[in-house]
């Protein structure tokens, strides 16, 4: 975030486990300790969450300089002040830092009241690690390892509590996992606004629980399951489907809607499992919607189109393109309109405004646009992730979709007889089966079947975008990136090789090996993206378009 | 749902009562419920949260918190019997069996197949358990219906042990074989007042009317012996001189902790944006104490006095008195007091020509030990469940009710101040010791002759002279064992023990009974409630029942305390049941280190105390029955019933319905 005129942050001095460091005012005890390189043992504390202070794992203890009566700081034989400790342990994640104070992460009386927690909190846990979901990312575990015990000392039978509740559609609880954090009661009361979940009972009883006339069907549910730090809540998708330390991990960013919000895709020999959100405070915070992390399904559909198709007789690439390419030569301008997408990466954004030049078709090319509502928090109204690179390398129109009507009366007036589709259901931008039927030709770019694929002249397998690597711009103007995490299907293959092949085909022009080099011509061109590479960009993005593109109602940020 | 109009309009005027939150009137509106319905419904728990605006879930939350409500019906006449150390001493545990015998109740019934929530097909019969998971104290209801029987912690009258509720109706000293007489209690039968002339060793300031003969609760009797004149002296006096008074009297609270109440006050900052708010903590619940309900029941007005005049001194203009959710009788005595006040002008705009307004509002809590402490007070005042909350940043001088500046203070301090106005913080500070000043309401219950409250100027006595002279001794041909001194938090004394004070040693007869001394002796004066123990007593049975009390009282909201109590509780069980192995007493000790300090609040201490005291003081009584070497055969944790219940998996081929279709509409590819 830009900080061109903040005032000067005041800080504090503040003495970790023997060592003075400054902290600027305002920061969380448990974070300066982090910042420290002093990791404090947490459950209930979550930095987007208030602090309820509940768990007691992050106890340390703490002291505030010792003042003379006439309030000066008592200066110890070091020169430097001497700490007043307080007696009892305090917890690090409720109060800030301030001038003068020590802290201790892990003296004896530390580690005492960690490894007592720790106790406490398995003597009527389940351990049943071993079908347990949650284990390999389990904090029970972690800080078992590091400050548990190896054996019980609990000889008593344990709490009973409900097991395979259904909280909602998505979240499955089990009570006797749970260690009654309030991570997710907080959650749905502070951040998604639906307080559903509550604790029942008391005591050792206690067991969090939804009203039966009102469950947790909130389109955030699923974000309680991240943040839950045990196995209590887990999602109901992807339980049981796979050990997490089985998945790869790929940072990339959500196609959904023009948040863009950033997100590990959980994937095995291109296979995904599960999407979950990755922390990115200028996008989403760590929050993400369950609407679009389960919308992965249709990666893995075996209906994905593999096999390059001229008539829907299956070809070699070099065939299927080189035939597209003739298509597009035999007709003059004015007899071709192209259909891009605002689900492509800029690069391919790119490539088609080359496709665009080659074809000498220009203001006969748009975009499709996806509306919906925007819920106030992460969703967008723009379902479509990159509208905004469309409209800055002028695939779309101004106001994207407007030049559609020209395409549906160019086809039925019979002056348009072929088209190229990047992406996009033809029947989405206005045309019925009639008039796709009535077409000479089209090029189809696609992942799934859909209403226009039967009629493809030419029909090219592309991937989708888990399987890319390129960048997108958001509707805030951040520049993000995308990683690959699964190969595509069979003959498919990446989207921007497809139109560097077509473009060499119809005009002759060659040279991009590699996707880099293909950023690398585009940053050249575009002004936008100067000085960046696609490794520039970073895991979290970069802001490259300074004003908010109008139209777009505020979306919330959390 | 058919509300009854008489129903709506008392929901209404409660909830008038809370013009911050609405949310504050859960409670009352779940009492409400309760008493037309007998039971608190699915349906109505909707209701209710319909009616505030809240989540269905915010009641339900608190209907299985407080074990006062009940989502299915007992018997149409509900008995409690109190469980906690005092009444068990005097013979609980074998009233309540013979109670049930009366009303051919069948303790031993197993409980229905039932969840929480379960209702409906009661055929009666049986006797049957009211599922009541995690309040620990099941209800057993008669086959016919007609009568149930319930187990309830500390009932705040260790004095006349064993007591029990009959409905609304209290009864005290009540006889064993007196027990099916409790079916029929009418009204006047039950029991509050007991006569008895003060101890010459006593100097009744506070309880100066209490047993008072000729003396009634009523507003004319209290101005005909000069009420609220003290009130009218203050008014004369600018609010902070009335702190200053305060703190001159070296005042300290009387609910436990002890705090000087003038320096709480102090805290307070005048002229803010925020209002200020008073809160008079009526909910007296740890046992050995019972000095509050006798002041609310027989000399209400002295409160209000004392509570008027500390709303003027911190500039309060709404005051609450929470009084715990047992005393439903005192709750009415102080509503009758408030409207008496209102009609003389106490209350309300204006008080007696003063400028200054003030209302005050009576509200119950439902059976929870943890409002008593006063950040559980506030949040539980506010319809939430009464977990503590953070010291800091949640001092209620600064972030109280409604994050607001607030001062909760003991129904006893409060009374006190009517007194340090009335003979100024000087005169005040006369009586008692420097530091320990003014006058202890000691209840004193358990095996001594005569049981019950004293008040004495602090420090005026010994151990000793309490038990020996004021209470008449030991019962006969018994030898004294310990002695917990204030309260049942209070650590341990043990008899023959001696103590090193500042100057010199002590046996534990000569400890003097005032803040200082007992803090110095490794316990501490508390809440006044001394329960003595003679030889015949069992101390691990003892503790074991202080460990039942606080793992059911256990808020359950930070880890120590809610898996230490209940674990502490589990392992006397089993020592108790011949179970227990060598390493328990050292387990049971390092527990209660473990809770001691990491916790929230005091309750940590308050829970860890007892066992750590006892198990220090009496080990061979542990170790005499910790002999195993290894600890006995657990039950398996599930059966197979259970087992095949908790498989609901459904194999990976089949997957489940995802819910996408309720789901926001987003992108499909």
Same mark, same amino acid.
Request: charged fraction near 25%.
């Given at each position: 975030?830009?900080?061109?005129?903040?005032?000067?942050?005041?800080?504090?001095?503040?003495?970790?486990?023997?060592?003075?460091?400054?902290?600027?005012?305002?920061?969380?005890?448990?974070?300066?300790?982090?910042?420290?390189?002093?990791?404090?043992?947490?459950?209930?504390?979550?930095?987007?969450?208030?602090?309820?202070?509940?768990?007691?794992?992050?106890?340390?203890?703490?002291?505030?300089?010792?003042?003379?009566?006439?309030?000066?700081?008592?200066?110890?034989?070091?020169?430097?002040?001497?700490?007043?400790?307080?007696?009892?342990?305090?917890?690090?994640?409720?109060?800030?830092?301030?001038?003068?104070?020590?802290?201790?992460?892990?003296?004896?009386?530390?580690?005492?009241?960690?490894?007592?927690?720790?106790?406490?909190?398995?003597?009527?846990?389940?351990?049943?690690?071993?079908?347990?979901?949650?284990?390999?990312?389990?904090?029970?575990?972690?800080?078992?390892?590091?400050?548990?015990?190896?054996?019980?000392?609990?000889?008593?039978?344990?709490?009973?509590?409900?097991?395979?509740?259904?909280?909602?559609?998505?979240?499955?609880?089990?009570?006797?996992?749970?260690?009654?954090?309030?991570?997710?009661?907080?959650?749905?009361?502070?951040?998604?606004?639906?307080?559903?979940?509550?604790?029942?009972?008391?005591?050792?009883?206690?067991?969090?629980?939804?009203?039966?006339?009102?469950?947790?069907?909130?389109?955030?549910?699923?974000?309680?399951?991240?943040?839950?730090?045990?196995?209590?809540?887990?999602?109901?998708?992807?339980?049981?489907?796979?050990?997490?330390?089985?998945?790869?991990?790929?940072?990339?960013?959500?196609?959904?809607?023009?948040?863009?919000?950033?997100?590990?895709?959980?994937?095995?020999?291109?296979?995904?499992?599960?999407?979950?959100?990755?922390? /990115?405070?200028?996008?989403?915070?760590?929050?993400?919607?369950?609407?679009?992390?389960?919308?992965?399904?249709?990666?893995?559909?075996?209906?994905?189109?593999?096999?390059?198709?001229?008539?829907?007789?299956?070809?070699?690439?070099?065939?299927?393109?080189?035939?597209?390419?003739?298509?597009?030569?035999?007709?003059?301008?004015?007899?071709?309109?192209?259909?891009?997408?605002?689900?492509?990466?800029?690069?391919?954004?790119?490539?088609?405004?080359?496709?665009?030049?080659?074809?000498?078709?220009?203001?006969?090319?748009?975009?499709?646009?996806?509306?919906?509502?925007?819920?106030?928090?992460?969703?967008?109204?723009?379902?479509?992730?990159?509208?905004?690179?469309?409209?800055?390398?002028?695939?779309?129109?101004?106001?994207?979709?407007?030049?559609?009507?020209?395409?549906?009366?160019?086809?039925?007036?019979?002056?348009?007889?072929?088209?190229?589709?990047?992406?996009?259901?033809?029947?989405?931008?206005?045309?019925?089966?009639?008039?796709?039927?009535?077409?000479?030709?089209?090029?189809?770019?696609?992942?799934?079947? /859909?209403?226009?694929?039967?009629?493809?002249?030419?029909?090219?397998?592309?991937?989708?975008?888990?399987?890319?690597?390129?960048?997108?711009?958001?509707?805030?103007?951040?520049?993000?990136?995308?990683?690959?995490?699964?190969?595509?299907?069979?003959?498919?293959?990446?989207?921007?090789?497809?139109?560097?092949?077509?473009?060499?085909?119809?005009?002759?022009?060659?040279?991009?090996?590699?996707?880099?080099?293909?950023?690398?011509?585009?940053?050249?061109?575009?002004?936008?993206?100067?000085?960046?590479?696609?490794?520039?960009?970073?895991?979290?993005?970069?802001?490259?378009?300074?004003?908010?593109?109008?139209?777009?109602?505020?979306?919330?940020?959390? | 749902?058919?509300?009854?109009?008489?129903?709506?309009?008392?929901?209404?005027?409660?909830?008038?009562?809370?013009?911050?939150?609405?949310?504050?009137?859960?409670?009352?509106?779940?009492?409400?419920?309760?008493?037309?319905?007998?039971?608190?419904?699915?349906?109505?728990?909707?209701?209710?949260?319909?009616?505030?605006?809240?989540?269905?879930?915010?009641?339900?939350?608190?209907?299985?918190?407080?074990?006062?409500?009940?989502?299915?019906?007992?018997?149409?006449?509900?008995?409690?019997?109190?469980?906690?150390?005092?009444?068990?001493?005097?013979?609980?545990?074998?009233?309540?069996?013979?109670?049930?015998?009366?009303?051919?109740?069948?303790?031993?019934?197993?409980?229905?197949?039932?969840?929480?929530?379960?209702?409906?097909?009661?055929?009666?019969?049986?006797?049957?358990?009211?599922?009541?998971?995690?309040?620990?104290?099941?209800?057993?209801?008669?086959?016919?219906?007609?009568?149930?029987?319930?187990?309830?912690?500390?009932?705040?009258?260790?004095?006349?042990?064993?007591?029990?509720?009959?409905?609304?109706?209290?009864?005290?000293?009540?006889?064993?074989?007196?027990?099916?007489?409790?079916?029929?209690?009418?009204?006047?039968?039950?029991?509050?007042?007991?006569?008895?002339?003060?101890?010459?060793?006593?100097?009744?300031?506070?309880?100066?009317?209490?047993?008072?003969?000729?003396?009634? /609760?009523?507003?004319?009797?209290?101005?005909?012996?000069?009420?609220?004149?003290?009130?009218?002296?203050?008014?004369?006096?600018?609010?902070?001189?009335?702190?200053?008074?305060?703190?001159?009297?070296?005042?300290?609270?009387?609910?436990?902790?002890?705090?000087?109440?003038?320096?709480?006050?102090?805290?307070?900052?005048?002229?803010?944006?925020?209002?200020?708010?008073?809160?008079?903590?009526?909910?007296?619940?740890?046992?050995?104490?019972?000095?509050?309900?006798?002041?609310?029941?027989?000399?209400?007005?002295?409160?209000?006095?004392?509570?008027?005049?500390?709303?003027?001194?911190?500039?309060?203009?709404?005051?609450?008195?929470?009084?715990?959710?047992?005393?439903?009788?005192?709750?009415?005595?102080?509503?009758?007091?408030?409207?008496?006040?209102?009609?003389?002008?106490?209350?309300?705009?204006?008080?007696?020509?003063?400028?200054?307004?003030?209302?005050?509002?009576?509200?119950?809590?439902?059976?929870?030990?943890?409002?008593?402490?006063?950040?559980?007070?506030?949040?539980?005042?506010?319809?939430?469940?009464?977990?503590?909350?953070?010291?800091?940043?949640?001092?209620?001088?600064?972030?109280?009710?409604?994050?607001?500046?607030?001062?909760?203070?003991?129904?006893?301090?409060?009374?006190?101040?009517?007194?340090?106005?009335?003979?100024?913080?000087?005169?005040?500070?006369?009586?008692?010791?420097?530091?320990?000043?003014?006058?202890?309401?000691?209840?004193?219950?358990?095996?001594?002759?005569?049981?019950?409250?004293?008040?004495?100027?602090?420090?005026?006595?010994?151990?000793?002279?309490?038990?020996?002279?004021?209470?008449?001794?030991?019962?006969?041909?018994?030898?004294?064992?310990?002695?917990?001194?204030?309260?049942?938090?209070?650590?341990?004394?043990?008899?023959?023990?001696?103590?090193?004070?500042?100057?010199?040693?002590?046996?534990?007869?000569?400890?003097?009974?005032?803040?200082?001394?007992?803090?110095?002796?490794?316990?501490?004066?508390?809440?006044?409630?001394?329960?003595?123990?003679?030889?015949?007593?069992?101390?691990?049975?003892?503790?074991?029942?202080?460990?039942?009390?606080?793992?059911?009282?256990?808020?359950?909201?930070?880890?120590?305390?809610?898996?230490?109590?209940?674990?502490?509780?589990?392992?006397?069980?089993?020592?108790?049941?011949?179970?227990?192995?060598?390493?328990?007493?050292?387990?049971?000790?390092?527990?209660?280190?473990?809770?001691?300090?990491?916790?929230?609040?005091?309750?940590?201490?308050?829970?860890?105390?007892?066992?750590?005291?006892?198990?220090?003081?009496?080990?061979?009584?542990?170790?005499?029955?910790?002999?195993?070497?290894?600890?006995?055969?657990?039950?398996?944790?599930?059966?197979?019933?259970?087992?095949?219940?908790?498989?609901?998996?459904?194999?990976?081929?089949?997957?489940?319905?995802?819910?996408?279709?309720?789901?926001?509409?987003?992108?499909?590819?």
């Amino acid at each position: 975030m830009s900080t061109e005129t903040a005032a000067p942050v005041q800080m504090v001095n503040v003495q970790i486990d023997g060592v003075w460091h400054q902290f600027p005012k305002g920061t969380r005890v448990i974070e300066a300790c982090s910042q420290a390189q002093k990791f404090i043992p947490r459950y209930c504390y979550h930095p987007k969450l208030s602090s309820p202070g509940n768990c007691r794992m992050c106890l340390v203890e703490m002291g505030m300089p010792k003042m003379t009566p006439d309030r000066k700081p008592v200066i110890g034989a070091d020169g430097k002040p001497e700490i007043g400790w307080i007696p009892r342990p305090q917890i690090s994640c409720a109060q800030d830092v301030a001038e003068g104070m020590g802290i201790r992460t892990d003296s004896p009386m530390v580690q005492d009241c960690r490894k007592g927690v720790m106790e406490f909190l398995l003597i009527n846990h389940p351990l049943d690690c071993p079908i347990c979901d949650q284990a390999g990312e389990c904090r029970l575990q972690e800080f078992s390892v590091e400050y548990g015990q190896a054996h019980s000392r609990f000889l008593e039978p344990k709490v009973k509590k409900p097991k395979n509740v259904e909280l909602g559609p998505r979240v499955t609880l089990d009570a006797e996992r749970c260690i009654l954090c309030t991570r997710c009661i907080r959650f749905m009361n502070e951040v998604a606004k639906d307080d559903v979940i509550g604790i029942l009972d008391r005591g050792s009883f206690s067991t969090i629980a939804c009203h039966p006339g009102r469950i947790l069907d909130n389109n955030y549910s699923l974000n309680t399951v991240d943040i839950c730090p045990v196995g209590a809540l887990t999602n109901t998708d992807f339980r049981f489907k796979m050990r997490v330390w089985f998945l790869k991990e790929t940072k990339t960013i959500d196609i959904n809607c023009g948040t863009g919000s950033n997100i590990v895709v959980g994937s095995r020999e291109n296979t995904i499992y599960r999407i979950t959100p990755r922390e /990115n405070n200028e996008v989403n915070g760590v929050w993400l919607p369950d609407s679009h992390r389960l919308n992965f399904k249709w990666v893995n559909d075996p209906k994905r189109l593999q096999q390059p198709l001229v008539k829907s007789q299956p070809v070699d690439w070099r065939t299927a393109t080189a035939i597209a390419a003739e298509i597009l030569k035999s007709k003059t301008s004015s007899e071709v309109w192209l259909v891009a997408s605002g689900r492509a990466t800029n690069e391919e954004l790119f490539l088609t405004t080359r496709l665009i030049d080659a074809l000498e078709i220009q203001k006969q090319h748009d975009i499709i646009p996806r509306q919906g509502e925007a819920d106030g928090l992460l969703i967008a109204a723009d379902r479509n992730p990159n509208t905004t690179g469309a409209k800055l390398l002028g695939v779309s129109a101004k106001d994207p979709g407007s030049r559609l009507k020209r395409l549906v009366e160019g086809v039925r007036s019979g002056a348009i007889k072929v088209v190229v589709t990047l992406g996009e259901d033809l029947t989405k931008a206005g045309l019925n089966e009639t008039d796709l039927a009535k077409l000479e030709a089209i090029i189809a770019l696609d992942v799934l079947p /859909n209403r226009t694929t039967p009629y493809a002249t030419v029909l090219l397998p592309g991937s989708a975008w888990i399987e890319k690597r390129g960048s997108m711009i958001n509707l805030k103007g951040r520049l993000q990136r995308l990683n690959r995490g699964a190969a595509a299907p069979g003959e498919a293959r990446d989207d921007w090789e497809i139109l560097r092949d077509l473009i060499h085909g119809i005009s002759g022009s060659n040279g991009l090996y590699m996707i880099e080099d293909l950023f690398k011509a585009m940053a050249a061109d575009v002004p936008e993206f100067g000085g960046l590479s696609l490794s520039k960009i970073g895991d979290l993005g970069l802001p490259v378009i300074k004003e908010k593109p109008a139209a777009e109602p505020a979306e919330a940020v959390i | 749902m058919n509300i009854p109009d008489g129903l709506l309009a008392k929901i209404d005027e409660a909830i008038s009562h809370y013009p911050v939150s609405k949310r504050s009137a859960s409670l009352p509106l779940l009492h409400l419920w309760q008493e037309h319905f007998g039971f608190i419904s699915d349906e109505g728990i909707t209701w209710i949260a319909e009616k505030l605006g809240l989540q269905p879930v915010n009641i339900l939350e608190l209907v299985t918190f407080y074990p006062m409500f009940r989502r299915i019906p007992a018997g149409r006449r509900h008995i409690r019997v109190c469980r906690t150390l005092s009444c068990a001493m005097a013979g609980s545990y074998e009233l309540k069996e013979r109670i049930a015998a009366a009303a051919g109740i069948d303790l031993l019934a197993k409980a229905p197949e039932a969840h929480g929530g379960h209702h409906g097909d009661q055929e009666h019969d049986s006797s049957h358990h009211v599922e009541n998971v995690g309040h620990g104290n099941p209800i057993t209801v008669s086959p016919d219906g007609a009568y149930s029987v319930e187990f309830v912690e500390c009932l705040a009258s260790c004095g006349s042990a064993p007591v029990a509720m009959v409905d609304d109706l209290f009864r005290e000293n009540v006889k064993l074989e007196d027990a099916p007489r409790l079916l029929e209690l009418q009204r006047s039968d039950a029991t509050m007042p007991r006569v008895l002339a003060p101890h010459p060793r006593e100097k009744r300031l506070v309880f100066k009317n209490i047993d008072r003969d000729g003396w009634t /609760n009523d507003i004319d009797c209290y101005l005909r012996d000069g009420g609220y004149e003290d009130l009218k002296k203050a008014f004369g006096m600018a609010p902070e001189a009335i702190v200053e008074e305060v703190k001159k009297s070296g005042l300290r609270g009387r609910g436990g902790a002890g705090f000087p109440c003038g320096v709480k006050w102090g805290f307070i900052k005048r002229g803010g944006p925020k209002p200020t708010y008073l809160i008079c903590n009526a909910d007296e619940s740890e046992p050995g104490t019972f000095k509050d309900r006798y002041i609310i029941h027989q000399d209400p007005h002295q409160l209000l006095e004392g509570m008027i005049i500390s709303c003027f001194a911190v500039g309060a203009s709404l005051a609450y008195i929470y009084i715990r959710g047992e005393f439903p009788e005192g709750a009415q005595i102080l509503e009758k007091a408030l409207a008496e006040a209102r009609s003389k002008g106490f209350l309300g705009k204006n008080i007696v020509g003063s400028g200054f307004d003030l209302e005050i509002y009576v509200h119950r809590g439902a059976g929870a030990y943890i409002c008593g402490e006063e950040t559980g007070l506030i949040e539980s005042l506010e319809g939430k469940r009464a977990y503590p909350r953070i010291k800091p940043p949640y001092f209620p001088a600064v972030l109280g009710l409604y994050q607001c500046p607030t001062i909760v203070n003991n129904v006893e301090t409060l009374c006190d101040v009517k007194h340090i106005i009335a003979m100024t913080g000087e005169g005040f500070a006369k009586l008692g010791k420097p530091n320990n000043t003014g006058t202890r309401i000691l209840c004193v219950s358990g095996d001594v002759q005569r049981p019950g409250y004293y008040e004495v100027e602090v420090g005026s006595l010994t151990m000793g002279e309490l038990i020996y002279d004021v209470c008449g001794g030991l019962k006969e041909g018994r030898t004294l064992k310990a002695v917990i001194p204030g309260g049942s938090s209070a650590k341990v004394l043990k008899a023959g023990e001696t103590y090193k004070l500042k100057d010199r040693e002590v046996k534990l007869e000569d400890l003097v009974m005032d803040f200082d001394t007992l803090a110095a002796a490794g316990s501490m004066a508390g809440s006044g409630g001394v329960i003595v123990m003679d030889d015949t007593r069992d101390m691990v049975a003892t503790l074991n029942n202080l460990n039942e009390f606080y793992a059911h009282e256990s808020c359950g909201q930070c880890t120590p305390c809610r898996e230490g109590a209940l674990w502490m509780k589990k392992i006397t069980d089993r020592v108790l049941a011949g179970g227990g192995t060598e390493s328990d007493p050292d387990i049971l000790k390092n527990v209660a280190d473990n809770i001691a300090g990491k916790t929230i609040c005091a309750f940590g201490e308050a829970c860890a105390w007892p066992t750590q005291s006892f198990v220090l003081k009496f080990r061979e009584e542990f170790t005499g029955k910790s002999q195993k070497l290894v600890p006995p055969p657990m039950p398996p944790e599930y059966n197979s019933d259970e087992l095949i219940a908790n498989d609901r998996i459904e194999p990976v081929s089949a997957p489940r319905d995802t819910g996408r279709e309720v789901m926001a509409p987003a992108a499909t590819k």
